[in-house]
């Protein structure tokens, strides 16, 4: 009708309006014309075994695996660049899905589960109340003298971990105040190693169940003075270990997993009780899930 009303209203629009839709038609077409030419010759090949790879990823790109996402861990396998046993959200099932798609053999490994390095919490003394985001992070930046806590190490106890975990696998304790790892839901995906500023996740397997839950590398006394449940690098574990496998390194006593046998020898004699026997933790939570459903 618009178009009608100004052809009536001034002839020359009758001969400008159809000159404009060609020109317009001529225009699309040769824009179309560009972009598929462009298309053809910009277009990158995929590999069909890195499409196949990717569709049996978990998709959380978590990088657990060392590369940059599900993605590059597809393109890295199909190159034969990586191991197939490395996705850990993925667990034994995915691996024995890329195998099959890879021709390969099995490989099997323990999954893995995250390890909180800090015991403090209500164990380690507060120099200041922190008032400000809810958010490790953002806190990490904003605290003075590395955080509220005396021990510089420590958790920040905000649970941006907690947060962040896709699987919901970790919650905070309202007695400690530290993050509590449900082992039946964590995958080791990494995502709380990657989100805490304080570097104190490690993704351990799951067989290894001795643990030094202290990430703390002051000097003995200075630990000992702000923490009850510190390591003090008092040596007694390494010296009550008959395999090498426990050592203080930087004021911190370390496990050796290569060399660890669980026998957890070095649990008892510990005098801040910060090195643990995961084995006995697991069958005091099964216990306390048991009689919670009672």
Known sequence: MTVLFLAAANPNWAILIPAALVVITLLSVGFGLIIAVAAKKFYVKTNPIVEELLEIMPGINCGACGEPGCLG??????????????????????????????????????????????MGGTCCEDRYVYDGPHDCRAAAHM?????????????????????????????????????????????????????????????????????????????????????????????KCVKACNYDAIHVVNFLAAVDYDKCINCHDCVPVCPTEVIHHVGEERVQFKVAETLALL
């Open 73 to 118: 861990y597809s393109e890295a396998l199909a190159d034969e660049r990586t191991a197939p046993n490395l996705c850990s959200p993925g667990g034994s099932k995915v691996t024995k899905l890329i195998c099959e798609i890879l021709g390969l053999e099995a490989a099997s490994s323990a999954p893995k589960v995250a390890v909180l390095k800090c």
């Open 143 to 235: 605290m003075v003298q590395s955080g509220s806590k005396a021990c510089s190490y420590a958790c920040l106890e905000l649970g941006t971990c907690a947060k962040e975990c896709p699987y919901d696998a970790i919650y905070m304790s309202p007695i400690t105040r530290l993050p509590v790892i449900v082992e039946n839901k964590c995958t080791g995906c990494s995502i709380c190693a990657q989100v805490c500023p304080k570097d104190l996740y490690d993704m351990i397997p799951i067989d290894k169940q001795v643990h030094v839950r202290c990430k703390s590398q002051d000097k003995g006394p200075v630990t000992k003075k702000n923490c009850s449940t510190g390591c003090i690098a008092c040596n």
